[in-house]
């Protein structure tokens, strides 16, 4: 019944037959985007992971490029953390750029502020983020904002930041 059910999951996302990998990719992308891919190809090659300053917060197992039903196609990084026991994977974040990306649907200074809280263990007293003026200049993927946050007890840091589905990827940090 199991199989079944599993098999049944993997033909209702419109997946064609694949890896494991692909399967899960492609139920979690249908989720995701809100769209089944007409067809998911993943790769055992890690992409650069997500930095802040040094520290790496996010790191990808997996590139996964995704055909949508349109032919257009969407590249993600992936991390699997155990496909064969729990099937847990998850779709991390685009490795292309989006187009149809729009305005940001996030607060940036309160993200910023709440995510700078979680990586100095401090309290933020204020966070303040703006678009910088030339932002091809300041390194690639050119960053959307600078954002720069006091901590209690601490100097302020400032952070190229760019936005994310609804977070933040910091970048680097600026001196």
Same mark, same amino acid.
């Given at each position: ?17 694949? %890896? ?6 492609? $139920? ?16 055992? #090659? ?20 995704? %055909?949508?039903?349109? #032919?257009? /196609? ?9 496909? &064969?026991?729990?099937? =847990? &994977? $998850?779709?991390?974040? @685009? ?15 309160? /993200?910023? +502020? ?22 091809? #200049? ?9 954002? =720069? *946050?006091?901590?209690? +007890?601490? #100097?302020?840091?400032?952070? *190229?930041? @760019?936005?994310? +589905?609804?977070?933040? $990827? ?6």
């Amino acid at each position: 019944m199991l199989a079944i059910t599993a098999g049944l999951l993997a033909a209702g996302c419109g997946a064609p037959a694949g %890896t494991k990998l692909d399967t899960t990719v492609a $139920q979690l992308a249908t989720t995701r985007i809100g769209v089944a891919p007409a067809a998911v190809r993943c790769e055992k #090659k890690a992409p650069p992971p997500l930095m802040v300053g040094e520290n790496p917060i996010s790191t990808a197992t997996h590139t996964c490029t995704l %055909t949508l039903p349109d #032919k257009s /196609t969407q590249i993600w990084a992936v991390r699997v953390l155990d496909l &064969v026991t729990t099937g =847990t &994977v $998850q779709l991390q974040y @685009r490795l292309d750029d989006d187009p149809n990306a729009g305005a940001p649907s996030i607060d940036v200074d309160a /993200t910023f +502020g709440r995510q700078m809280a979680i990586l100095t263990g401090g309290t933020v007293i204020g966070s303040r983020c703006r678009v910088p003026a030339n932002p091809a #200049k300041l390194g690639n993927p050119p960053p959307d904002h600078i954002c =720069t *946050a006091r901590i209690a +007890g601490a #100097k302020q840091r400032t952070f *190229a930041v @760019r936005i994310v +589905g609804t977070g933040l $990827q910091f970048l680097f940090e600026v001196r």
